[in-house]
């Protein structure tokens, strides 16, 4: 359950005194996600996530993510609107954390989808992309190589057991992989997160994308590769051709990639599953079990690295 900072109706109340969104009727705990805090909040005037930002969440980003949603949302793209208060802001303060109130958006993701639904959530990151062009606010990937190496060094101090021979995994994967970002690719804003879990789904097509908490400016080919990282392999982490092919064949419905990018992608692949198995295996070896939140297993996207590097050799 991803609660990690309690919120009372009185204290929701409260802080949505500043809005104008009708009286508070229910604040219902969303268990799904692990990096924030999410209540369902069903008004007088309609249903909205309110979101308390956790940990890993620099609030000195949030104008980026709420304003890339904005942008978005603003110019037709499936994804919900941060909802500004009486003063125009979209961020306050509840219970000594930085909070939000955003749209709410119907639908649901899929565990299992079918090819079709592959490409259409493929084409929608395209959508994203081109969509994006012209928002001018910047902000470094907080998951880049430099964050690698931190994390990489704190996990040393608590890895033991199987925790260690994945970090020896990851050392050398690693050293491997050197400056994979320098290549001149074509870029701008990106998702950085584009998970089944963060895209909803109505009647076969993308109602909306959500969680842009991990956006940031960076080569379009890498958000591509972590999408396919996470919609393209299994649960143990084995590789379905079909998927990557429908997922792939999706973005390049609307947006075909260079052959410089094309090439780039096996090297992009790995990396995406590198960055994904360090913040993985640090909180596995990190845990704190009052939070409630279990940790995912990083043994899974190690494997995914083990596929993208076999189709960079091959």
Known sequence: MAVFTPVSIDEAKGFLAGYDLGEVVELTPIAEGVENTNYRLETANGRFVLTLFEGRTDEASLPFCLGLTAHLAARGFPCPTPIEDRTGAWLGRLNGRAAAVIEWKTGAWLRHPSEAEQAAAGAVLARLHQTAAGFEIQRENPVGPAMWRRLADRCAAGASGEDRVLLDQVEAALARLGDVFGADLPGGPIHADYFPDNILFEGGQVSAVIDFYFGCNGAFAYDLAIALSAWGF???????????????????????LSDAERAALPRLGEAAALRFTLTRLHDRIF???????????????????EHWRAVETA
């Open 234 to 256: 299994d649960a143990e982490g084995r590789a379905m051709p079909g998927a990557i092919a429908a997922f792939q064949r999706g973005y390049e419905s609307v947006r075909p």
């Open 287 to 305: 845990h704190d079990p009052s939070k409630l939140v279990t940790p995912k297993d990083p043994a899974v996207f190690l494997r995914r690295l």
